[in-house]
């Protein structure tokens, strides 16, 4: 038996779905424990591009159950949606595509609140994808949400919704908004819940019994360990737990059963959305990155912001998760570069601090102080082993490895599955 993590260690869109794919060969149940349609995995193969939002990215392995666990915030409709994408591509989900009963729903009142919660905060939007995320979650601390279970009982669903809705509206008014009517709303969720009422089940159990049954069982993070509600670089951050402790709230599965815990870094660094980011390049070089990384956002298309890795915020990210496999995506998007850089410590106000801070004032402040490497200038893409990778490249990545403690263990040098490579056994 073993249960691995996979998590984002920056702010989200490291290559996770790229990586949980590749693992998935492996795996008998891969799950996500957090976030929504917020997300947006990316997988590339066999010359088709397929991005998922909601299903686990282990859905195009066929031997592979697919678990979308109590964590995850679900809307309904996307969720209908991607399902025919997936089964368009010639994917069999019935009997392998299973949904927690006790998920929460994302209403199409959540994604109103979305739109309103970012004009409250006025010039300090957080930047969100726009679907519902935070106001789902909202609902389900507050104790009111709509969970998956409530799709099969049409007047317990309407019951809630209504007591909902209204206080919803009043809110909607205040801002000018325009107001929700319950009955179409109602029908369409009535309606999306009958479709999806064959994959709703009591997840928590089947993960137990996978893990009696000795299992391979692969949790899939969303977004990243700095987008993090508790440990991200709040209020810029999204309304879950990416971090690995997520993962097991997440699923039910305990923290006794996770054997490794696998940190996904790009070679440099990526942000959507607004929020500190210490070494973000607004210059040449940051337009470099992102044409050559191809730096929009797979689920809202906009332009990420781009900079050169940090280890300080990385050696946070392992502190926090406890990450003992490390992943480099997106290495050869660094081929032609002559000189880069990788951030080892911050100068704020005029102090050298090696840990994160965690008050915005400093992070605001934040001088990243970097440490160079000789650039290797030649295409990285289709080497396959670590040690016929170019000196340079390897001097770059050790010293990344070194840093943060933790050894390598995959290395991508583009999008494809065959544009990977594997350090000693997975
Ligand atoms: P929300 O998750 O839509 O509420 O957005 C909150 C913040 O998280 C915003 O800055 C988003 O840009 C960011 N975010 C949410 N999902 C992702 C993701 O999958 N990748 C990167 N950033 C994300």
């Not at 191809?294 to 946070?316: I, N, Q």
């Not at 990450?323 to 660094?334: A, G």
């Not at 390897?394 to 010293?399: F, G, M, Q, T």
């Amino acid at each position: 038996m073993s249960v691995r993590i996979v998590i984002g260690a920056q702010w989200g869109d490291e290559g996770k779905g790229k990586i949980v794919d590749i693992l998935s060969a492996q795996a008998d149940y891969v799950a996500r424990y957090q976030g929504g349609a917020n997300a947006g995995h990316t997988l590339n193969f066999d010359g088709q591009t397929h991005i998922l939002h909601l299903i686990p990215s282990g859905i195009f392995h066929h031997n592979t159950v697919c678990i979308i666990g109590n964590g995850v915030v679900i809307d309904p409709v996307t969720l209908l949606e991607e399902i025919d994408m997936v089964k368009n591509a010639g994917v069999d989900v019935d009997g392998r595509l299973l949904i927690s009963e006790t998920a929460h729903v994302i209403l199409p009142y959540h994604k109103s609140l979305d739109k309103v919660g970012e004009m409250a905060l006025g010039g300090k939007k957080i930047g969100t994808t726009g679907r519902g995320i935070g106001p789902a979650y909202v609902h389900k601390i507050a104790r009111v949400g709509v969970r998956m279970m409530d799709l099969e009982d049409p007047d317990l669903l309407r019951k809630k919704m209504e007591v909902n809705l209204t206080e919803i509206n009043a809110r909607l008014a205040t801002y000018n908004a325009e107001l929700l009517e319950l009955d179409e709303m109602y029908e369409l969720m009535l309606e999306s819940g009958k479709k999806l009422l064959p994959f709703i089940c009591n997840t928590t159990d089947r993960f137990h019994k996978a893990l009696k049954g000795g299992r391979n069982i692969l949790l899939e993070g969303a977004q990243g360990a700095l987008l993090d509600i508790d440990h991200g670089t709040y209020p810029y951050v999204t309304s879950s737990s990416p971090v690995s402790g997520g993962a097991c709230t997440g699923t039910g599965i305990p923290p006794t059963a996770i054997e490794n815990v696998m940190g996904i870094t790009k070679a440099y660094c990526t942000r959507v959305g607004n929020g500190p980011f210490p070494t973000e390049l607004t210059d040449m070089t940051g337009d470099k990155l992102r044409e050559a990384g191809h730096e929009f956002g797979s689920t809202t298309g906009r332009p990420r912001r781009c900079g050169w890795v940090d280890l300080v915020a990385l050696k946070y990210a392992v502190q926090i998760n406890g990450i003992n496999e490390l992943v480099i995506t997106k290495l050869d998007v660094l081929d032609e570069f002559e000189t880069i850089k990788a951030c080892t410590s911050y100068n704020i106000g005029g102090e050298e601090r090696e840990e994160f801070p965690l008050r915005p004032k400093e992070l605001d402040e934040v001088k990243p102080v970097y440490t160079e490497y000789k650039g290797w200038k030649t295409s990285t893409r289709m080497v396959k082993t670590y040690e016929d990778l170019p000196e340079n490249t390897r001097k770059y990545l050790n010293a990344l490895s070194d840093f943060l403690d933790v050894p390598i263990k995959i290395v991508s040098t583009g999008p494809g599955r065959e544009e990977t490579i594997i350090v000693g056994d997975l």
